[in-house]
C-alpha cells in the first residue's frame, strides 16, 4: 500500500493505493498557514489508515529530490522542507515533488501517456501546470521545469497570481473563465446566462455546467479559453515537437469543449503546419486525481528502486 | 578531416575541420532555387578540397537522421532529401541536421556549453533558432523541437517570415532591429542616425555599429531588441530551468548591448525571481561559425561512433 497526497490551493486530496487501484479518497482544505501543511498531510494520511510510503504533489517550485518547496502563487510558504517534515511526522519514506510531475508520473504509469517515450502534461485548472517527459523519464531540469503557466502570453495584460502580468494562466485557466462569464453578467444582468450563473461567487465549473445546458454565451467563453489555451499548447509543441500531449487539471479534464477549440488553433498556428502532423493532444486518463495518485505510485517505486527510478 | 556546411537564408559556409580546428573557410551565395542547394553544398566541398565525412546544417525544419529539409521561412525548399542528394553527389558518409543543433553541438563540445548535462542555445540573427541539450544529448522530439522563435510574442503583432504574426523572431532579430531603425530614420530624416546609417537597405549590423560609435538612438534600439529578447528567453527559462543558456547566431554574438539587457529583463520576469537563481546566460564560445563547425565535429562524430552519439 502507498498513499499519494494532491496539496493544491484549496484542497490537500488523500488516496490510497493498492498497486494502482485507489481504495480510499479524503479530502481537506487547504491551510492557509504554510507551517501548518505537513500537520494536514499528516492529517489526511492518518484518515487512510497509514501505509508503507507516502508521496506529495504540491502546486509550486519544489526542489526534487529534496523535497524543499521554494514557492509558488497557489499556496501558502516558502523554502519549507516538506519532505524531512513529513518523514518526521510519519515516521515512512516521504518523496515530495511538484503536483504536474506526479500527475504525469500516473499519466506515464497507467494513463493517457503510456507507451509514449516524450510526453508533455498540461493541467489546466486554478492555473497551468506542466511537466516534462523525455525518453520515458521525468525531466525536471535544475528542479523547476515546466512553469510555462507563467510564459508571458499577452504583454502588459491581465495581473496574475505569480505577480506579474499577461502570464498564459491568466487568459486560459478556471479563474480567468469565471472572471470573463462575471464581467458578462454584470454587463448583462437580464440575459439568460445571469440566471444560469445565480450562485455568487461564479466560478469557472459553473459556466462550463452551463455551456453544457446549452446557453450560448458560456460556450462562447469556453470557446475563447479553449482557443488561448490551443494558441499557448502551439507554443509548447514548436518548442518540444513531442509525441503526445495530455492534458489535465479540473478544466482541462472536462474534455472536448476545452479540447476541441484547442487542437484547432493548434493545428493552425503550429509552426510549418502544412509541412507536419500536429501530435495527439488528448485528455488526461486518470483525471483531476491523477496528481495524488501519481505521488502514491512515485513514493512506492522510489522505496522499490530507488530516487533514479522517477 | 571533415567539412562542415551552415545553409542559412543568404550563405552557404563550409569550414574544413583537422580535428576541433578551423582549417580554411569558404562563403557562397544561397541559391534561391531548393534544385541548387546540394550542388551548391557540392561547390563549396570542392573548394575545401574534400574530406572523409561531411556535415550540413541547415535553417528550418530537418528531419533527422533522415536529413530531409521538410521546410522553412528563410531557406527555398520543402521535402527535399540533402542527405541522400549529398552522399550520391560526394561519395562521402554525410550528416544533415538543422543549423542550430549544429551550432549546439560545436557549444557543447567545444564552446560555451562544456561541461554543462542541460543547455539551451539561442541564436539570434535573421531569426531566432533553437536546440536543447538534455542529460549531454541534442533532445529533438520527434525531429522539430526547438522552434521557440516561433512562439506567439505579440498577439496581432508584426507579419513574420513563416507566414503566422507576432512570433518572437518580429520583435527579436536583425530584421526587427533595422526595421525599428528604418521606420526611426524615415520620421527623423535630419536627425544623428540617419548620418550614421546613410548606405540603404539599413541593416542590423549597421544599427549595431552605430550604437557601438556611441549614437543614443541606435543604443536604445538595441536595448529594445535585447530586452524583447530577454523575455523570450525568460519563457525558456521557466519552461526548462536550465543549467545555462548560450546566445549565438550574428546578433546574439556581438555580445554585452544585446545580453547585458536580455538578462536584467529575465532576472526580474522570470517565475518566482525571488526565491531562484537565473542560470547564465553566456555568449556562444564558437560565435556565428558554431553551425558550420559543429556540422563538421557531428559528421566525424557521426562516422567514428555512430549516429546515436550525436
Redesign the interface.
Known sequence: MSIGVDIGGSKVLGVLLDGTTVIRRVKLATPSEPAHLAKSVQDVVAELGGAASVGAGIAG?VRFPEGVF???PHVAG??LPLRDQLEELLGVPVIVDSDANTAAYAEMVIGNGRGYS?MLLVTLGTGIG?AIV?DGKL??????????G??????NGRQCA?G?QGCWETVASGPALAAMATAFVEANPSGSLTHLLSEAPITGKAVTQAADAGDEVARGLVTQVGTDFG??L???I??????VVVVGGGLGSIGESILGPARRVAAD?L??A???ML?PILVAGMGPDAGAIGAGLMARAVVEDGIESV
Open positions: 517550485l521554494a514557492w509558488g516558502t523554502r516524450n506542466g523525455i525531466y525536471r531540469g535544475d528542479s523547476f521545469a515546466g512553469e510555462w507563467h510564459m508571458l502570453y499577452q504583454p505569480c506579474k494558441r499557448g502551439c507554443n509548447l514548436a518548442i518540444f515537437d513531442p509525441e498556428a509552426h510549418g502544412a509541412h507536419r501530435p
